[in-house]
Each structure stands twice: as structure tokens, then as C-alpha cells.
């Protein structure tokens, strides 16, 4: 979703807030994050059933059958195994990834947890990303951040870092094309 955590507007964050309400009233938060976390790394790892949650072409009917299937050989049960049905049988699938998003995002706030995605020329030893860790906390406010750390040679050198709807680039590939824009401005 590209609306930050305060704002969860719009039919994901409404199931998502739905989701979240019911969660917390049966005290599994944790455990529905973490099916969903679960389903979404299936979703993202199978490109066919990728197609099935995106593609409007699969009836109602044949999403659920199928999701249930998913569901159970993955062993996601419980409320998130219902949500996720739910959704598929008001073919709202197309949507489920961002409503997964919109939930974790809640569940991440009422933990004081904020997430940061990095992208890296080369693995961070554990004393540069313990530094980087705190100096987002502190950007933060104070919050615990949990560093989502991608290794992307690339960039060359330097570091990329999205938290929230704020990033920065600090690559070299960066500077790199932005001294060639220059170069190419003045000659």
C-alpha cells in the first residue's frame, strides 16, 4: 500500500482494521501476522498463485476452493485462514497483499516497531548495522526499527534506506548518474 500507516484508507485499510480489531479482541495479533506473513512469502514465491489472487479471470468459487487448499497444506488456520477466505469469496484477492501490508503496518505500530527497508552494495557487518539501527531509532523518535536488509552490488557503494513513505539514497550509483546529467546539462 502506498499510503503511510497513519492513513488506511481506501478497502485495504478497512479489512485490515477489521482484521486487526478481531485479532486483538482474541489476543492473536502475533499469530495472525505471522499467517499472514506466511501466505504473502507463498504468494510471492509461486507465480501461480500469484495469478490466482491478481487474475480476475478465476471465478469466486474456484478461488476459494483453491485457496483452501493453499491454506491447508500450509497449515494457516484460525482467523487469518477465515480472513483470507473471506476475502477470496468477496473477490477482493487482487487486494489481499495490501491488506497483509495495512495489517502488519497496524501491528507494527502497536508495538512501537517501525520497519526500514536497506538496500546494500555488500553485506553490513553486524557493528555497521547495529549503527545504522540506532540511527534510525533515533530518526524515529526513539522506536525499535527492524532493518530489512537487501544486497543489491549495483549501488556500487553506499546505502538506500525507505522508512515509511520517507527514502534516502546514498548510492554511488546515484551520485554517478546525477554527476552524468550534469555532465551532459553543461556540454
Do not use: C, H
Not at 543489491?152 to 550509483?173: E, N, Y
Amino acid at each position: 500500500m502506498t499510503q503511510d500507516a497513519d492513513s488506511l484508507s481506501g478497502v485495504a485499510g478497512r479489512y485490515a482494521s477489521a482484521l486487526y480489531e478481531l485479532a486483538s479482541e482474541k489476543r492473536a495479533t502475533e499469530e495472525v501476522a505471522a499467517a499472514l506473513a506466511t501466505f504473502q512469502s507463498l504468494v510471492n514465491e509461486s507465480p501461480d498463485l500469484a495469478r490466482l489472487v491478481k487474475s480476475p479471470v478465476f471465478s469466486a468459487d474456484e478461488q476459494v476452493r483453491a485457496i483452501g487448499a493453499v491454506l491447508k497444506k500450509a497449515e494457516i488456520t484460525g482467523v487469518a485462514a477465515n480472513f483470507i477466505r473471506l476475502v477470496a469469496s468477496k473477490r477482493r484477492l487482487f487486494v489481499l497483499s495490501d491488506m497483509i501490508d495495512a495489517f502488519q503496518r497496524l501491528n507494527d505500530r502497536a508495538k512501537g516497531l517501525v520497519r526500514a527497508d536497506v538496500t546494500v552494495a555488500a553485506p553490513l557487518r553486524s557493528d555497521q548495522e547495529t549503527a545504522l539501527r540506532q540511527a534510525l531509532s533515533s530518526v524515529t523518535g526513539g522506536k525499535t526499527v527492524s532493518l530489512n536488509v537487501r544486497t543489491d552490488p549495483s549501488i556500487v557503494d553506499g546505502v538506500i534506506v525507505k522508512l515509511g513513505s520517507r527514502m534516502v539514497d546514498a548510492s554511488v550509483r546515484t551520485k554517478l548518474n546525477a554527476i552524468r546529467t550534469r555532465m551532459k546539462e553543461v556540454g
